[in-house]
């Protein structure tokens, strides 16, 4: 009897001490669940705090991301350029108004043909000495044949049906008439149909309608929707509709070229030294690549010449004594060399035959020359 006590008490020791620990055990489950169950409280808002980062990042990358593919998308856009400067000097050799006019005429020519985006033309004289009204005479020495080159270049640039509008008569313009046409794509025939056209704004009204008359060479005048002095040169978007009564849109002249592909032109700038050349360049950076052609240059094959990619190339062909004269008479490259003044300074034609190469000669056979390198720097622009 006193045994089976005695196993009462050891159970009754054991029940109290399995009892002792499950609670135990609850305790530790119910402090944990409590535990999970604050931490799972606490834990949106730390969610939200962690998500509220992860987005901050996201839209900062996501904006640098687009920040950097709208500055790679300018880039494509923006064309690639091709400029040439000249010496106004080479007028001054001529014999007579008719010749001068003749050689301006090939230098209009030759930069049509190959595409020439801007035409700078340059004087080695002084500002005091540089006469700017015309050169009636292009044999004198003492007047600058640099702004005779650039009317005759600016008048054969213009469209034919817009040229008694824009240049009045002058001296200068007295054989132009002899000149064979550019034929460039925005010389538009009154028969034909393309979707620019360039047109000069008119004093007229338009009837019923805000806005402006615009010459634009067909057999009657459009209206634009903006309000504009009279003698302005613009370019109008055409469209594919033919209704001449429809209100039309002026774009910049640049837009031919970037939405349809088309050349539109040469522009024309003056410069009083080569230095100014560069310095006054309207593309934004300026010039990336300059070339220098000379007699004295170095002799590269053009499939061998390699051009960097480039947005704005710059050629410049010398005077009659050359882009040395230039540079010498030029007080910004004082006791510098005139290969310091280029990237590159090339001879074009190594292997004439005759002692001088005229400047009107010289631009079509290194235009021609430069086709090619110029074509794959430009593929690389694209790429």
């Known amino acids: ?118 035409i700078v033309v340059f004087d080695n004289k002084s500002s ?45 313009l007295r054989f132009v008439g002899m000149l064979p046409p550019l034929d460039a794509p925005h010389h538009l025939r009154k028969h034909e149909w393309e979707q620019y056209r360039e047109g000069v704004t008119l004093r007229e009204k338009p009837i019923n309608s805000e806005g402006t008359l615009v010459d634009v060479g067909l057999d009657k005048s459009v209206v634009v929707d903006q309000v504009l002095s009279p003698g302005v040169r613009v370019t109008v978007a055409m469209g594919a509709d033919r209704d001449l009564d429809l209100v039309r849109q002026i774009v910049p002249p640049s837009k031919p070229r970037e939405e349809a592909g088309m050349y539109w032109g040469y522009k024309v700038r003056y410069a ?12 934004e950076g300026g010039y990336d690549y300059l070339i220098g052609t000379s007699e004295h240059g170095l002799k590269i094959s053009s499939s061998e010449l390699k051009i960097p990619t480039f947005r704005h190339l710059l050629i410049a062909f010398g005077g009659l004594a050359g882009l040395e004269e230039s540079v010498e008479e030029d007080n910004q490259y004082k006791g510098k060399n005139v290969r310091e003044a280029f990237n590159i300074y090339l001879n074009t034609c190594p292997h004439q035959g005759s002692r001088t190469i005229r400047t009107e000669e010289a631009m079509f056979i290194s235009l021609q020359y430069f086709q090619e390198p110029i074509s794959r720097a430009m593929r690389g622009v694209e790429a």
């Open 1 to 118: 009897m006193g045994k089976k006590s005695k196993r009462r008490h050891d159970d009754t020791e054991l029940e109290m001490e399995e009892s002792e620990l499950t609670e135990r055990i609850d305790g530790d489950l119910k402090k944990k669940n409590k535990k999970k169950k604050k931490r799972s409280h606490e834990d949106p808002e730390q969610k939200v705090s962690d998500d509220g980062e992860a987005k901050k990042k996201k839209k900062k990358k996501s904006k640098e991301e687009e920040e950097k593919a709208n500055v790679e998308e300018k880039k494509k856009e923006e064309r690639a350029t091709v400029t040439i400067a000249i010496a106004g000097s080479i007028i001054n050799n001529t014999q007579s108004l008719e010749l001068a006019t003749r050689l301006a005429g090939q230098i209009a020519r030759a930069s049509t043909i190959f595409r020439i985006d801007e």
């Open 272 to 283: 009083s030294h080569l230095s100014s050349v560069f310095k006054e360049c309207p593309f």
């Open 128 to 172: 005091s000495e540089i006469n700017n009204s015309s050169v009636t005479n292009p044999s004198d020495s003492n007047e600058s044949g640099a702004p005779f080159l650039v009317r005759i270049l600016k008048y054969l640039e213009t469209p034919q049906y817009l040229r008694k509008t824009l240049f009045p008569k002058h001296n200068d």
